[in-house]
């Protein structure tokens, strides 16, 4: 399984991401930075040790079976240690520099192990062994056949930073018989129309109302490496298509179609739907018609490729990356409607009206 990477902030003496690996016993991690050759041709990778006044940077192998380190005079060989990482997903690259360094400076991404110490390698006889920098001393030192040894000659370890461009997502298969639902017990109205009737006779009346359905869509990752939020990514799948989850848990796959979003957020959509239904109309009556639903989630394992593409042109594709898509959306449609009496003007009939006038003029006369 790949190391999971979590990207925190600051100078690459500090832990930045997941380049120095816990290790022992000559035990080297995936992604093992490469510093140079032992003599029996066997790959020295870069490590280092911690001690009372410094953290040193040193050479471990399978063959050695510890950490070599170079320590008071001495070559110490140290059983617990850590090892250099360089993840081809990662926003950084590690390099050997060989400029001149005779005067004790020291490039500003050069990589440090503690303050005032660095990562450097010394060339002897056409093989390369890693070392520390002592930037005070201006020296590198190396472990060589039990014994420390200093030099003026050095390359020295550097970092240079790449910032992600994109991601590309393909190749999805999603674990449809581990599909999880979870329906919101909550109704929302999405969509209302109010009809009045005021007259003094029962009628109906046919409706046409519209209501749109905001969908949502991600695909998370849960395994592999860090995926950073704010950066563009392109998802090239098929679309799952889920229900009513009371009356089914089946998930059907549409089209395989390639939609982009910023990760971190979600893709978003929205359909119109058209409901076509007869009212009735009570007289002297306000009827109120809401069509509601709930909002269902779907959650769906998936395993896919996953591209990683720089702006400074590098790429890195790392496929069996696991994740989890979730959609939301709208389902278990209802139509409700409430009448309320209205206070509209009730028809007068005409002998009504000729009692009043005769009822006013018979008081007129009197008085």
């Not at 997941?18 to 000559?26: A, I, L, P, T």
């Not at 393909?170 to 999880?180: F, G, I, R, T």
Request: with cysteine; hydrophobic share 30%.
């Amino acid at each position: 399984m790949l190391i999971i990477a979590f990207l925190l902030l600051g100078g690459f003496e500090r832990v930045f991401g997941q380049e120095w690996v816990q290790s022992s016993g000559g035990k080297i991690p995936d992604n093992a930075f490469p510093g140079g050759t032992d003599k029996d041709g066997s790959v020295l990778y870069v490590c280092k040790a911690h001690f009372p006044k410094e953290t040193c940077a040193g050479k471990v192998s399978n063959e050695l079976g510890n950490c070599r380190i170079p320590y008071h005079d001495k070559e110490l060989n140290v059983s617990t240690y850590e090892v250099l990482t360089s993840p081809p997903w990662e926003d950084y690259t590690l390099a050997w520099t060989d400029d001149d360094y005779t005067n004790g400076a020291l490039p500003g991404n050069a990589v440090s192990t503690d303050t005032g110490f660095y990562v450097g390698r010394y060339n002897k006889d056409g093989r390369y062994i890693p070392g520390k920098i002592v930037v005070s001393l201006g020296v590198l030192y190396y472990g060589y056949a039990g014994r420390e040894h200093s030099t003026e000659n050095y390359e020295v370890l550097v970092k240079t930073s790449r910032s992600v461009d994109h991601y590309e997502l393909y190749n999805v298969k999603y674990y449809l018989d581990q599909v999880a639902y979870d329906l919101s017990p909550e109704q929302i109205v999405l969509s209302q129309k109010t009809v009045v009737n005021a007259g003094s006779y029962h009628t109906t009346e046919s409706l046409s109302m519209n209501f749109e359905d905001d969908k949502t869509r991600e695909w998370s990752f849960t395994s592999g490496f860090e995926v950073h939020a704010g950066i563009n990514i392109t998802v090239t799948a098929e679309l799952p298509i889920f229900g009513n989850s009371s009356s089914s848990t089946e998930v059907e796959l549409g089209a395989s179609c390639s939609t982009s979003y910023t990760h971190g957020g979600v893709y978003e959509t929205s359909e119109t739907t058209t409901k076509e239904l007869t009212v009735n109309l009570p007289a002297y009556n306000n009827v109120s018609v809401f069509i509601l639903g709930k909002r269902e989630t779907c959650n769906i394992p998936y395993r896919g490729t996953l591209k990683v593409v720089f702006t400074n042109g590098d790429s890195y594709t790392q496929s069996g990356v696991e994740g989890m898509y979730t959609g939301v959306q709208s389902t278990s449609f209802e139509t409700s409607i409430k009448s309320t009496p209205n206070k509209g003007i009730k028809t007068v009939s005409t002998f009504s009206i000729w009692i009043t006038i005769l009822f006013l003029n018979f008081h007129m006369n009197i008085f």
